[in-house]
């Protein structure tokens, strides 16, 4: 008997129903290690398994630079595996959404002296949106991806929950995903460790068992993403001037977009005590520096909140609901308190000051139950207010535009 169908529930290893080879599943083949194995696993269990790469770049053209690598390797890699695994495989241009959907956002966030999460928005908006409307379309029962997060049968649907291996663990850039998606994907590497992957990738023969992982942005894989943010919105590098807290001009910078909240090197200025980038202005074209208090978070705005908990968002007490609260992907969840604002909108009193927070990024909410680390949703940072009363606010995507060029 496979162990991937239980006779007695008549669920799969998927929880769905039907034995493995009467149910496909299409699996996003990015053609790295981790969607590969994922197209492995479920293969070698029996299930009709489908895998699509999307094209979504150029990054030649992207940064206008003759020579520079394009997103053709990974899909080679991808087709390659597929090859070897016996599956179907298709590749869709995508290229033209990719842009509309999260390139365009990626630099107008930062022109809105934001600092943005294109992954999220990409998970969001093309794949998980996009592409599953495909796999349906392919009639399949589930999109798998290699995501290394864990879903599980909840209250009111397939609850999220971190991967089980820390350094791994992606759960925060899916906090978009709706319940209703959720119920139509699967993540099989939640369980395993980044090691544990590449070895079923020897042991399976893939050629992309030692293939690095990806450490940039997938359409800025040389870091440089000002080169593409200059290429999308010319004229977005305008300089101005540094200053302190107190609108004193310390010296000069050459375009908001160089600089991220918490930032310190490369500043370009000499005072007796070191500063740190606490507030870009786009109106103002201006970077506001300060001492390391005035880092220090302890109240958060949110908009576009994604619920994932078993009651509804608006029913959460009116005295707020204690979380544990993740505001950047590197960093581990800090207690704290959730208050629901109308237009799924809320805010996040933090136990704790936080340092280097910033518009744009997400923060995302969690819970421990006895399964682990459950995500109850999330929201983009839009405004952070830090101990020393000063608010750190992104501008108007519309007015930060005009002031590009």
Not at 32 to 52: F, H, M, N, P, R
Not at 59 to 83: F, L, T, Y
Not at 84 to 96: A, M
Request: proline share 6%.
């Amino acid at each position: 008997m496979s162990a991937a169908f239980d006779p007695d529930t008549g669920l799969n290893s998927l929880d769905l129903p039907g034995r493995p080879e009467d149910t496909r599943v299409v699996v996003a083949m990015s053609g790295g290690v981790d969607s590969s194995v994922t197209a492995a696993l479920l293969k070698e269990q029996g299930y009709d398994v489908v895998g699509i790469t999307l094209q979504l770049y150029d990054h030649g053209e992207a940064v206008r630079r003759v020579g520079a690598c394009c997103a053709g390797q990974d899909i080679h890699d991808a087709r390659q595996v597929a090859d070897k695994l016996g599956i179907p495989h298709y590749v869709l241009d995508y290229e033209h959404t990719f842009r509309e959907s999260v390139m365009d956002d990626f630099a107008d966030s930062y022109l809105a002296g934001e600092t943005p999460i294109p992954c999220v928005r990409c998970n969001e908006r093309v794949k998980f949106r996009d592409m599953l409307a495909t796999a349906k379309e392919l009639g399949a029962a589930a999109l798998a991806t290699g995501h290394y997060v864990i879903s599980k049968p909840g209250k009111a649907g397939r609850d999220l929950y971190g991967g089980v291996d820390p350094d791994k663990d992606q759960s925060y850039f899916l906090f978009t995903t709706r319940r209703d998606q959720l119920d139509f994907l699967r993540f099989p590497l939640g369980g395993l460790s980044k090691a544990e992957t590449r070895a079923i990738a020897e042991r399976l023969g893939l050629g992309v068992a030692t293939k690095p992982d990806s450490q940039d942005i997938c359409f800025v894989p040389d870091g440089k993403y000002t080169d593409v943010i200059e290429r999308l919105r010319p004229g977005a590098a305008a300089p101005g001037d540094i200053v302190d807290l107190d609108g004193n001009v310390l010296g000069r910078h050459e375009g908001i977009i160089r600089y991220t909240i918490g930032q310190r090197r490369g500043l370009g200025i000499a005072t007796g005590d070191p500063l740190f980038v606490v507030k870009l202005d786009a109106e103002k074209k201006q970077v506001v520096v300060g001492p390391r208090p005035a880092l220090l978070t302890e109240r958060i705005e949110l908009s576009e909140v994604n619920w994932l908990g078993d009651t509804l968002f608006d029913q959460v007490p009116s005295e707020g609901l204690p979380i544990l609260a993740k505001v950047r992907s590197t960093r581990p969840p800090l207690p704290a308190r959730l208050m629901v604002k109308p237009n799924a909108c809320a805010e996040i009193i933090l136990e704790e000051g936080e340092d280097g927070v910033a518009p744009g990024q997400a923060c995302v909410f969690y819970a421990h139950d006895a399964s682990g680390a459950r995500v109850l949703g999330g929201g983009w940072i839009r405004a952070a207010y830090n101990l020393l009363g000063n608010a750190v606010k992104s501008s108007s995507r519309a007015d930060a535009a005009q002031y590009a060029g």
